[in-house]
């Protein structure tokens, strides 16, 4: 059983930051790609940066510039750091894994969400 575990959302004003976390817990023997989405109300689901194994990274057009994404594999953790933050980054932020678990399988894994509010 593997689990992926958010922390660091909150409500922040326009220009602030913020830090997410995503902690994998579990049966895992390695973890590859390692991403985060974000899904604003009314809207499609948004892939939001990307990172893998060998740490690159990849970002949406929307965030680059104002988010890094970064992994600490001995903690089998993600983070995304949110600078200058818009109203419009507002959604849920799900991290997502696609884990090696240690019976063999290669499965993708989520997160539950953690809201991000950005006031103006």
């Known amino acids: 059983q593997v689990q992926l575990v958010e922390s660091g959302g909150g409500l922040v004003q326009a220009g602030g930051s913020l830090r997410l976390s995503c902690a994998a817990s579990?049966?895992?023997?390695?973890?590859?790609?390692m991403d985060w989405y974000r899904q604003a109300p009314g809207k499609q689901r948004e892939l939001v940066a990307t990172i893998t194994s060998g740490d690159s990274s990849n970002y949406a057009d929307s965030v680059k510039g104002r988010f890094t994404i970064s992994r600490d594999n001995a903690k089998n953790t993600v983070y995304l750091q949110m600078n200058s933050l818009k109203p419009e980054d507002t959604a849920v932020y799900s991290c997502?894994?696609?884990?090696?678990?240690?019976?063999?399988?290669?499965?993708?894994?989520w997160g539950q969400g953690t809201q991000v509010t950005v006031s103006s």
């Open positions: 997502h894994a696609n884990i090696h678990t240690r019976t063999g399988w290669f499965r993708d894994y």
């Open positions: 579990g049966s895992i023997f390695s973890i590859n790609a």
